[in-house]
């Protein structure tokens, strides 16, 4: 045959399709399971009373730093006092200025000042202490005026790939 065969049970109104013995052992289950549940709830505490009540357990503090050369929009706007406006602005002036070499910095972002600075501090990472750019690279002895730096010449597209793979985020 080339369907799947179904097996029908007939049902009938009041009647139960488990054989008596069927039945026992599943009540038997379901009451191991019943005491098993309520076992675990006293072990835990239940009997005393010391279950955790959500509304009443302390609160957990949860830090974290952000690198302002590293991190996106998205991210900034996640530190209190700054919002998406504000976080666009740090992104603008790293565009601009390159990355912050220090965190005193920030207060040249048009809307930060000493307060919101002081509030932002402790969820500020340590900068780098890396230079702000690369220095460039001294030409080739060999380079004539005619022969394109090598800036100018095309890199094919796998190697600027595997470039922006290896390279530093940010940068």
């Not at 955790?52 to 929009?73: G, H, K, M």
């Not at 500020?124 to 090598?150: G, H, I, Q, W, Y």
Request: charge should be positive.
């Amino acid at each position: 045959m080339g369907g799947s065969a179904r097996i029908r049970i007939p049902v009938r109104s009041g009647v139960c399709p488990l054989r008596p013995g069927d039945q026992l052992a599943l009540a038997g289950l379901l009451l191991l399971a019943s005491l098993g549940a309520a076992g675990v709830w006293a072990v835990r505490g239940g009997l005393s009373g010391r279950l955790v009540d959500v509304d009443r357990a302390p609160p957990v503090e949860i830090r974290f730093q952000v690198d302002l050369n590293r991190a996106s929009p998205p991210e900034l706007a996640l530190l209190p006092g700054i919002g998406e406006t504000l976080a666009e602005r740090i992104m603008q002036y790293r565009l601009r200025h390159g990355p912050f070499r220090e965190l005193d910095e920030l207060q040249r972002v048009h809307g930060i000042g000493p307060r919101t600075l002081a509030q932002l501090m402790p969820y500020l990472a340590p900068l780098d202490p890396s230079p702000r750019e690369p220095a460039p690279a001294p030409a080739p002895a060999s380079a004539t005026a005619s022969d394109p730096s090598p800036s100018d010449r095309p890199v094919p597209a796998a190697a600027a790939a595997k470039h922006e793979e290896t390279s530093p985020r940010g940068l």
